[in-house]
T-cell receptor, first 110, second 115 residues
Framework: GEDVEQSLFLSVREGDSSVINCTYT??????LYWYKQEPGAGLQLLTY?????DMKQDQRLTVLLNKKDKHLSLRIADTQTGDSAIYFC??????????FGKGTLLTVNP | DAGITQSPRYKITETGRQVTLMCHQT?????MFWYRQDLGHGLRLIYY???????DKGEVPDGYVVSRSKTENFPLTLESATRSQTSVYFC??????????????FGSGTRLTVV
């Protein structure tokens, strides 16, 4: 079945880069997504990558996809305190529905 | 206002009571979803709907009922609330034609406490 795994916690210093990792199991995934959830709010789509791409860059965000290893990462350059949130990885599998990881809590220390 | 709205934002109810959480979207998206979010479990799909009058169970449907008589509304009812249903509930929607780069759009959530 489909499963998405990600580490639960990450702590970085302000100004450093953050890298959040994710692994998934469905080899027929078409799109992979990163969502951000701030305290008391819903999930907000940050970025996505199509499965035939290796990398996508969007301002401070870089998404890397290793399809062979089914590994996805999100790099946030120059991490700011406003980046503190829970980040969810999600895959769109063969049943077209999204499967979410449990989320990574990113804490940015001043 | 355009978007997806959930109501109420906060709800406290007693064990055994029936409670309905509302979800309304303005885009006429065909797909709608209900998730619950709990510490240690992430997001778990309760029910989803592909169109008006078409609903299907997700991962954790027991104790919940949904209906979708109109495309824009997707209410979630807890028939007899239990403490284990204390959670944050999120509604989401997606247009069938956009099943790609847009992903799901989420509401702001309803925090439900069952005492």
């Amino acid at each position: 079945g489909e499963d998405v795994e990600q580490s639960l916690f990450l702590s970085v210093r302000e100004g450093d880069s953050s890298v959040i990792n994710c692994t998934y199991t469905d080899s027929s995934s078409t799109y992979l997504y990163w969502y951000k959830q701030e305290p008391g709010a819903g999930l907000q789509l940050l970025t996505y990558i199509f499965s035939n791409m290796d990398m996508k860059q969007d301002q401070r965000l870089t998404v890397l996809l290793n399809k062979k290893d089914k590994h996805l990462s999100l790099r946030i350059a120059d991490t700011q305190t406003g980046d503190s949130a829970i980040y969810f990885c999600a895959e769109r599998g063969s049943n077209y529905k999204l499967t979410f990881g449990k989320g990574t809590l990113l804490t940015v220390n001043p | 206002d355009a978007g997806i709205t959930q109501s109420p934002r906060y709800k406290i109810t007693e064990t055994g009571r029936q409670v309905t959480l509302m979800c309304h979207q303005t885009w006429s998206h065909s797909y709608m979803f209900w998730y619950r979010q709990d510490l240690g479990h992430g997001l778990r799909l309760i029910y989803y709907s592909a169109a008006a009058d078409i609903t299907d169970k997700g991962e954790v449907p027991d104790g919940y009922v949904v209906s979708r008589s109109k495309t824009e509304n997707f209410p979630l009812t807890l028939e007899s609330a239990t403490r284990s249903q204390t959670s944050v509930y999120f509604c989401a929607s997606e247009n069938q034609r956009d099943r790609g780069s847009y992903g799901y759009t989420f509401g702001s959530g309803t925090r439900l406490t069952v005492v």
